[in-house]
């Protein structure tokens, strides 16, 4: 029972290191995601930039009669912050699905521990249960002992037994013994 015990222990000490290690993980892949956000705004920000410079070179480029290269350099940004947006979205996505999963192995795992931590308990408890009973029956065989005389007759173990014993019905050869008779009077 205490080696049990002490396996469910180790058992629940390992799911709860594997659940701190699952809650750590979640924890970096938040800050790698707000780390990505930050760029992704950082981005955004140098794009705006980018986009005010090129605005500004195009007016310049408009005033010098190139204006479909710089419509075309503004296309170029766009395009370019797009292709940056959609990237940071699909890694988004990714690292949520990737924490999904580990959230439901780890909630798999502790379902699993506690089936097993429940079923051994059962276990356990019917054989306590057994024992409880063959101890009882025992305790009842040695009291039944208690009505009887055991001795010598003739140099060979005999047993001399109470008058007007009920005989068992299955088999003459056998007595019944009634220790509740012993236990009224032994109060």
């Avoid at 190139?66 to 890694?91: F, K, N, T, W």
């Avoid at 009973?133 to 005999?158: F, R, S, W, Y």
Wanted: charged content about 20%.
């Amino acid at each position: 029972m205490e080696e049990f015990i002490a396996n469910a222990a180790l058992l629940a000490g390992h799911l709860t290191q594997q659940c701190d290690k699952v809650v750590a993980e979640q924890k970096s892949s938040t800050a790698e995601l707000q780390r990505a956000a930050t760029e992704l705004g950082q981005g955004v920000s140098a794009g705006k930039a980018e986009l005010a410079q090129t605005a500004r070179a195009a007016i310049r480029e408009a005033l010098s009669q190139e204006i479909p290269a710089a419509v075309e350099a503004l296309g170029d940004s766009g395009d370019r912050l797009r292709a940056i947006a959609d990237q940071l979205q699909r890694e988004q996505l990714a690292a949520a699905s990737g924490i999904r999963a580990l959230a439901w192995k780890a909630l798999v795992a502790m379902l699993v521990a506690a089936v097993a931590i429940v079923g051994g308990t059962a276990y356990v408890a019917s054989n306590n249960l057994q024992r409880a009973e063959n101890a009882k029956l025992e305790a009842q065989v040695m009291e039944a002992l208690q009505q009887v005389h055991i001795t010598a007759c003739d140099g060979k173990p005999c047993v001399k037994l109470s008058e007007g014993q009920q005989r068992w019905q299955r088999n003459d050869d056998y007595i019944l013994v009634d220790t509740s008779a012993r236990a009224g009077t032994a109060k």
